[in-house]
Structures are given as structure tokens and as C-alpha cells.
T-cell receptor, first 113, second 109 residues
Framework: KAGVTQTPRYLIKTRGQQVTLSCSPI?????VSWYQQTPGQGLQFLFE???????NKGNFPGRFSGRQFSNSRSEMNVSTLELGDSALYLC???FGGGGETQYFGPGTRLLVL | GQQVMQIPQYQHVQEGEDFTTYCNSS?????IQWYKQRPGGHPVFLIQ?????EVKKQKRLTFQFGEAKKNSSLHITATQTTDVGTYFC?????????FGTGTSLTVIP
């Protein structure tokens, strides 16, 4: 089985712009979670989608949003980028979510200038 | 709110020495999982512990889940340079993950 894929792998944006990141889960997996990873903060949970519905949400501002499509692919959008949004964004998929083992993608490294 | 604390944040060991990282939750967990992230890589699942007091081994790695299901530890015996990376615990309660801050392990050859 192919693993979790994320596109793009690297991205440079400027403050105020918006960005959309994409995640394709492992075939058959219906849950996709998104995390922000920064050197000082570790892995911070953004949200989880299951069957096109947001099931859980972390403590991030409304500038961070996501969605999931019927084929379980997920996108994450960040509007009005700030310098502090520079991070590695990881998505992880699992069959049913709910605490099951998560399989992480390689991440998208976002740099905001 | 739910918190999972992990210590130490960093650990440098001489190759061949042992290493332990500890994870503590503020609330009882339904299970705990451990992940390893190599430098420049992404977290990779290592193991899941579900039962109170559970101990599991993977070669030189020993994982423990506390009796109260609030703490866990990962112990590596005789570290090797291939053990380098950041080890994360992830506590699961309800249907949500709470990742620890990770322990970055450096192994000095």
C-alpha cells in the first residue's frame, strides 16, 4: 500500500497570503488528522476529519481550516499567514480514527517571510 | 485541560549507554502510543499499550504503561547510533490524541 502523501513538500509564502496544503491518506483510511510541528512546541493537534466531517478540533485560531473530500483526501487552509505559522505541517491517517495508530505523511514545510 | 508531559526534553548518551524517556498525563488514558521521528523525517509508530501495568519489548526497547494508566516510559538498552531521533508519546483519551513534547536523543559514537 502506498503511504500517506502530502503536497507540496516545501512552500514559501509572505505574510498576509493564504495557503492550501493537501494530504492523501493510505487507501481505505477514512480519518485524517493534521498537526503543526515547530521546534519549541512539538506536535500540536489542529483537527481531525472523518467521513468528510470535522470530528475534533485543536486550539488554533479560525485562520486554520480544513476539509475532507469523499475520497478521504483532505486539505488544510491557512489564511492571512503570520510569521509564526512557519512550521512543518503533518497529516496522519488511520482507518477509523478514535485513537487508532496514526500513519504520518512526510509533511509540508511552510516558511512565511 | 488534558496535558501530556514528557521528560527529558533532550538526552545525550554515549553509544552503549541506556536511555529512558518518561511520559505523564494529567488524566487517565485509554491507551498510549509511542512514535519515533528521525531527524528530517516524520513520526513513525512504534507501539501501543492498552492495559494497566502493561510491559512490551521490541528488541532493545522496553515500553511500560503505569498501573493508573497515567504514565508510561520507554527504555532503550545499550543505545546505538541508529536510535538517534525524537521519541514522542501520545496519550489517547476519548477519541483524541495528546502528544507529549518529545525527547530528542543524541547518541555519541
Amino acid at each position: 500500500k502506498a503511504g500517506v502523501t502530502q503536497t507540496p513538500r516545501y512552500l514559501i509564502k509572505t505574510r498576509g497570503q493564504q495557503v492550501t496544503l493537501s494530504c492523501s491518506p493510505i487507501s481505505g483510511h477514512r480519518s485524517v488528522s493534521w498537526y503543526q510541528q515547530t521546534p519549541g512546541q512539538g506536535l500540536q493537534f489542529l483537527f481531525e476529519y472523518f467521513s468528510e466531517t470535522q470530528r475534533n478540533k485543536g486550539n488554533f485560531p479560525g485562520r486554520f481550516s480544513g476539509r475532507q473530500f469523499s475520497n478521504s483526501r483532505s486539505e488544510m487552509n491557512v489564511s492571512t499567514l503570520e510569521l509564526g505559522d512557519s512550521a512543518l505541517y503533518l497529516c496522519a491517517s488511520s482507518f477509523g480514527g478514535g485513537g487508532e495508530t496514526q500513519y504520518f505523511g512526510p509533511g509540508t514545510r511552510l516558511l512565511v517571510l | 485541560g488534558q496535558q501530556v508531559m514528557q521528560i527529558p526534553q533532550y538526552q545525550h548518551v554515549q553509544e552503549g549507554e541506556d536511555f529512558t524517556t518518561y511520559c505523564n498525563s494529567s488524566t487517565t488514558l485509554s491507551n498510549i502510543q509511542w512514535y519515533k521521528q528521525r531527524p528530517g523525517g516524520h513520526p513513525v509508530f512504534l507501539i501501543q499499550l492498552v492495559k494497566s501495568g502493561e510491559v512490551k519489548k521490541q528488541k532493545r526497547l522496553t515500553f511500560q504503561f503505569g498501573e493508573a494508566k497515567k504514565n508510561s516510559s520507554l527504555h532503550i538498552t545499550a543505545t546505538q547510533t541508529t536510535d538517534v531521533g525524537t521519541y514522542f508519546c501520545a496519550g489517547v483519551t476519548g477519541n483524541q490524541f495528546y502528544f507529549g513534547t518529545g525527547t530528542s536523543l543524541t547518541v555519541i559514537p
